[in-house]
């Protein structure tokens, strides 16, 4: 029997909690936080937080991110000025080779990267749009208002999606006279217990900066200076008088520095200060002046709190004549170059340090790499076997109920990683109990990075229907949530891709989806093995431009009969599959697999209790990969001269409690053989063998599966 399968980390925040303690590499098990820090609870990742499909791709892909605040759009510089410099900085950290995330609070929700149009909004509309500080969440957030995000929330919200790298034009600190009005910046609280490393220009220069770099201290902030010397920059000024503790002279030695600070578990962050570029300084003593006006001027109109670091700004660049406004476009673009070029450094060291390492097993990315792509549907089964004779009358039977996961992509994907193998499952569930069981409770041993949670829908459930003997009288599924599986689902996996030994791709994918799935395989000569999954979508691939590219596939009697009718009416002869003897179902089969075999490398029809029939050029003592010298499988050579071989295998005979299942064992058995370079005789052993243990099985999936195999 088939299924439809799915899975879920749609929306990267739902599992922040999770991955946060789970993914290692470049989305990194940061530790737990001392003090405060947005989002301390999982429950409010779950609730509020939503990051783009784009930073979400780079997270997977463990790709550099930059997260960039948004105060600075909304109440840093004079539009259009902010917006402008806004596009210029998410720019910067591109051409750097990084992924910018700007962090920003739209209609209640916090957005973890934003496009252009919600940029564009944030920079003009300024009512109802408030500057956000950590402690401003519960308010903006329950009002469903605008923020523009703080250093503070956003160095919080970067710690929890795992992002080690943030930049910004000068972080806050202790405000002049802050000595007796305790005046402190939420910023410097949440530098002391959030392990992510900021990029500024020091701090803003209207600020204590001694008792700043004394609090930092306290709080133990590792200070350091970007470039050949100590002196601590005054965001305007190259120098403020003051020096860090310590310099960094290249951006891959800030980026040791991050690294460490990750992997050593230590709970504050640290600051990267990037003096601002020569031709843009304004002398300190100049600043100095007109800094003292400033606050004179901002005490004696009462102007106190979150209000008087704009006003002072306003103030200065009034003073400076704009050359102010200037310099913070110019510092801040700066500090973008050499905040990506850090979070580069970053990830290098990272990916270095994955190849000395072996990871456990666990749900989320980790640095084995797949050797396995699934995708296709995660279902969760309702098997349901009478324990009585079905009568067609209104009656109650009595049966036995078992609920497991399902579906063709996630069972072949569980059973492959049962095998041995180390699959990476795409697809997509609901954020609901069913979605939340198939990920906790039936995927532990494989890699569910790609598995999307989508807000608000249902997890594709199917109810299936045995008599008394085992056989499958009826089913029921809901599967409309399998429609997510998207071309930009798979994009963020592309790398993946590129490197597997095998995509699998079952029936329940778009076909929009599977085309450019073909297409990308077919560029990076990654063999792909289509699974039809159900009558009605077993023609899905023969929709699209590329289908011819299939290395495998692997129908039944009935969706063999539909894809060759799709190909060419003229000729197929078509009996009633039930009608047939079991030796004329085989005949049957074995033309039918050869019309197929004409344009697919190896075709392998399923006939349930009968067995299986293979078609393909190789002889039967031939193998499907070859093993390089280094372990990794590649593909035979295609014998193009060769004719046909239709082959017929027997299935032993046994007497199944259940036969859900049993063909995705059977496929995953196979393709674990094959990859092992083994013989197209021992593959068919191996799919039988984990068949067998199947049937024997109420769930589709055995858990004791390995050491089946293992025994036989």
Same mark, same amino acid.
């Given at each position: 029997m088939k299924f439809f399968l799915q899975q879920p980390l749609d929306r990267l925040p739902r599992l922040l909690g999770y991955l946060s303690s789970k993914q290692k590499g470049y989305i990194h098990a940061l530790p737990q936080r001392r003090h405060s820090s947005i989002i301390r609870q999982s429950s409010m990742n779950h609730e509020f937080i939503d990051v783009s499909d784009e930073v979400r791709c780079a997270l997977l892909e463990k790709k550099p991110i930059v997260t960039l605040e948004s105060a600075i759009i909304t109440h840093g510089m004079p539009h259009p000025t902010n917006v402008e410099t806004a596009f210029q900085v998410q720019n910067i950290v591109r051409q750097n080779g990084a992924t910018p995330a700007t962090i920003a609070i739209v209609k209640g929700r916090i957005k973890v990267g934003i496009d252009d149009e919600t940029l564009l909004h944030l920079g003009e509309v300024k009512e109802n749009t408030y500057k956000t500080s950590y402690r401003d969440l519960p308010f903006v957030l329950s009002q469903k208002m605008n923020g523009g995000t703080t250093v503070s929330t956003t160095l919080a919200v970067s710690n929890s999606i795992g992002v080690p790298v943030m930049v910004t034009g000068g972080i806050g600190g202790v405000h002049r006279g802050g000595e007796t009005t305790m005046d402190v910046s939420a910023d410097l609280i949440e530098l002391g217990c959030t392990p992510v490393g900021v990029v500024c220009s020091g701090a803003k220069?209207?600020?204590?900066?001694?008792?700043? &770099?004394?609090?930092?201290?306290?709080? #133990? @902030?590792?200070?350091?200076?970007?470039?050949s010397n100590k002196d601590f920059p005054a965001f305007y000024s190259r120098k403020s008088g003051f020096s860090s503790p310590y310099n960094v002279k290249t951006t891959e030695e800030a980026?040791?520095?991050?690294?460490?600070?990750?992997?050593?578990?230590?709970? =504050?962050?640290? /600051?990267?200060? *990037?003096? @601002?570029?020569?031709?843009?300084?304004i002398p300190s003593d100049e600043m100095e002046d007109i800094i003292k006006n400033a606050v004179q001027e901002a005490n004696q109109k009462g102007i106190k709190g979150k209000d008087i670091t704009p006003y002072i700004l306003s103030h200065v660049a009034k003073s400076t004549e704009g050359r102010s406004l200037s310099t913070n476009v110019a510092l801040i673009q700066n500090n973008a170059a050499v905040g990506a070029k850090i979070?580069?450094?970053?990830?290098? $060291?990272? $990916?270095?340090? =994955?190849?000395?390492?072996?990871?456990?097993? #666990?749900? #989320?990315?980790t640095e084995k790499k797949p050797n396995v792509v699934v995708i296709g549907g995660a279902v969760v089964d309702h098997i349901t076997k009478l324990s009585e004779p079905y009568k067609a009358d209104g009656r109650s039977h009595l049966a036995h109920i078992v609920q497991s996961g399902g579906g063709v992509g996630r069972n072949m994907a569980d059973a492959l990683g049962r095998l041995g193998a180390w699959p990476l499952l795409v697809s997509a569930v609901g954020d609901d109990l069913a979605g939340l069981y198939i990920r906790r409770d039936t995927l532990a041993h494989l890699d569910t990075s790609g598995v999307r949670v989508v807000p608000g829908g249902r997890t594709a459930v199917y109810t299936l229907l045995l008599t008394s003997e085992g056989d499958c009288h009826t089913g029921a599924g809901d599967m409309e949530i399998l429609g997510n599986i998207s071309t930009d689902m798979v994009q963020c996996?592309?790398?993946? %891709?590129?490197?597997?030994? $095998? *995509? @699998? %791709?079952? #029936?329940? /994918?778009? @076909?929009?989806?599977?085309?450019?799935? &073909?297409?990308?395989?077919h560029a990076s000569q990654v063999p792909v093995w289509f699974e039809p999954t159900d009558i009605h979508k077993a023609a899905k691939p023969l929709q699209t431009d590329s289908w011819m590219t299939i290395d495998f596939v692997s129908p039944n009697f009935n969706e063999l009969s539909i894809m060759c009718k799709a190909l060419s009416n003229d000729k197929c002869h078509f009996f009633d599959y039930l009608d047939l003897s079991d030796e004329d179902v085989v005949k049957e089969a074995q033309y039918l697999a050869s019309l197929l075999g004409e344009h697919v490398r190896t075709v392998i029809a399923t006939l349930g209790h009968r067995g299986i029939v293979i078609c393909r050029r190789e002889d039967a003592d031939e193998p499907f990969f070859l093993i390089s010298s280094d372990g990794h499988a590649k593909r035979l050579p295609h014998q193009s001269s060769r004719s046909l071989q239709a082959r017929f295998y027997p299935a032993p005979v046994c007497q199944p409690v259940s036969v859900s299942g049993a063909g995705d064992c059977w496929n995953a058995g196979f393709i674990s053989a094959a990859l092992q370079g083994k013989t197209e005789i021992s593959c068919v052993k191996a799919g039988f063998s984990a068949a067998l243990c199947s049937l024997a099985a109420t769930s589709a999936v055995p858990l004791n599966l390995e050491i089946t195999q293992k025994q036989r």
């Open positions: 220069s209207i600020l204590d900066i001694e008792r700043t &770099l004394e609090y930092l201290e306290t709080q #133990g @902030v590792l200070v350091a200076t970007f470039g980026a040791k520095l991050l690294d460490i600070m990750r992997h050593s578990e230590l709970r =504050s962050g640290i /600051v990267i200060a *990037v003096p @601002v570029p020569e031709s843009n300084s979070a580069v450094d970053l990830s290098e $060291l990272c $990916l270095t340090r =994955s190849t000395h390492n072996t990871m456990p097993r #666990g749900n #989320g990315p996996h592309k790398t993946t %891709l590129a490197s597997s030994a $095998l *995509v @699998v %791709l079952d #029936g329940n /994918v778009p @076909v929009e989806t599977i085309n450019y799935v &073909l297409q990308q395989c």
